[in-house]
């Protein structure tokens, strides 16, 4: 009897949303009575991506995923996943709205999921795991979220906006997710949002540390549950909630005894892998899958075969080691001048990105806002938006 051969699944698509409106860092670092080399050097952070009162993640994430669908893909998507740990809402998935915005087939299931910034890569297993059952169906798995700390708190030089949409399916043109991989769950806090806070409670160092321990403890267990090491990668990507973290996660891995040569090739790559991170700022469950765009855009030293090491880490804490190897033509299928639209972003004062990120939807007595005027709306880069609230129900509005 012949055994049927196993099928290959992963990325086939992948497209990124964010505001229109962009802070600098130094002028944030001006504003906070900071030196700007805390955050410049630092965080090697420099620019914040800010999302206006009009844009969330249901917005931003359909915008991604329109970016990247035709109609053939709406026809065959069987599942909408969002990873997510900005939820609009406590009850209806942010998937739902989306699934109706894209006009995706009805019969689908659509939900959202939540583990800090971990919540994208489950879906990622969720998505591959269906597949495998369902193998002529697509998933589309988005990975959408607006970092916000409150002003002039620790974490508010990380802030950030923006989505990730990533169609995933057999035989795919970008990258194969493969089998190997390695998960982690601590019962700890160091950082989490109560449903009473409007910002999340967070210990930064102990974070920064559990983030560090968490990755080489369970690369050690993946190296010896599947016989690998470093020389099995070409390149590593890392959940950013700043890149300096990323830059102390791919030191970490580089062991002492690694060859010059092999570290600064790995150290090469990684700097291609920020250069979108830098300008966005931390987009929880979409910093990982924002690092390996910038990666496969960016760097010019990759190849059909390819292995890229993934690290994903939620707070809290859940953590997975997991690894894609790029498909052959795998560079036809992304963009060579995403840069653009970091150029044509408005640049905020810090009074400006003050009143504009903080801003809250005030209802009127019969649960009514209506922003259809904003110059939000009129200004936004990105195909829909959110146009009013009424009679407590959200309303989003295509635009583009």
């Excluded at 409007?198 to 974070?207: A, K, L, N, Q, T």
Aim: proline residues 2%.
């Amino acid at each position: 009897m012949k055994i049927k051969e196993k099928i290959k699944i992963g990325i086939d698509k992948i497209g990124f949303a964010m505001p229109k409106y962009f802070l600098d860092i130094r002028d944030l670092a001006i504003g906070r009575n900071e030196n700007e080399n805390k955050f410049v050097k630092g965080l090697m952070q420099s620019e914040m991506s800010i999302a206006p009162v009009t844009e969330d993640i249901v917005s931003l994430g359909a915008s991604a995923a329109e970016q990247i669908l035709d109609k053939e893909d709406k026809k065959n998507i069987e599942m909408i996943i969002v990873g997510t740990e900005s939820s609009v809402d406590q009850s209806k998935a942010s998937a739902v709205f989306i699934h109706h915005l894209l006009n995706i087939q009805p019969f689908a299931r659509s939900v959202e999921i939540k583990e800090a910034c971990y919540g994208a890569t489950a879906a990622l297993n969720f998505a591959k795991n269906y597949i495998e059952k369902n193998e002529n169906a697509s998933v589309l798995v988005i990975a959408s979220d607006i970092a916000k700390y409150g002003i002039d708190t620790p974490g508010e030089s990380t802030q950030g906006a923006g989505s990730i949409a990533m169609l995933i399916k057999k035989d795919p043109r970008i990258a194969v997710i493969n089998d190997e991989n390695v998960c982690q769950t601590r019962d700890i806090m160091d950082f989490w949002r109560p449903n009473y806070s409007d910002f999340p409670i967070v210990d930064g160092h102990f974070s920064t540390k559990q983030y560090l321990d968490c990755l080489t403890t369970t690369f050690d267990k993946y190296k010896k549950r599947y016989n690998q090491d470093l020389s099995n990668f070409s390149a590593f990507c890392f959940h950013l909630p700043f890149p300096k973290l990323g830059l102390k996660a791919i030191n970490s891995l580089l062991e002492k005894n690694v060859e010059k040569e092999i570290k600064n090739m790995f150290l090469e790559k990684f700097h291609t892998s920020i250069v979108y991170g830098k300008r966005v700022g931390n987009i929880y469950t979409g910093s990982l899958y924002l690092s390996l765009l910038s990666l496969l855009e960016n760097c010019d030293n990759l190849k059909a075969g390819d292995k890229i090491g993934m690290y994903s880490y939620g707070s809290g804490a859940v953590c997975e080691f997991f690894n894609l190897t790029l498909a052959d033509g795998f560079k036809a299928h992304l963009r060579n001048n995403r840069l653009d639209d970091f150029d044509t972003r408005k640049q905020l004062s810090i009074k400006e990105y003050e009143a504009m990120f903080f801003e809250k939807i005030i209802l009127d007595e019969e649960g009514n806002c209506d922003f259809s005027n904003s110059k939000f709306i009129q200004e936004s880069d990105n195909a829909f938006v959110l146009e009013k609230v009424e009679n407590h129900k959200r309303i989003y509005k295509k635009i583009k």
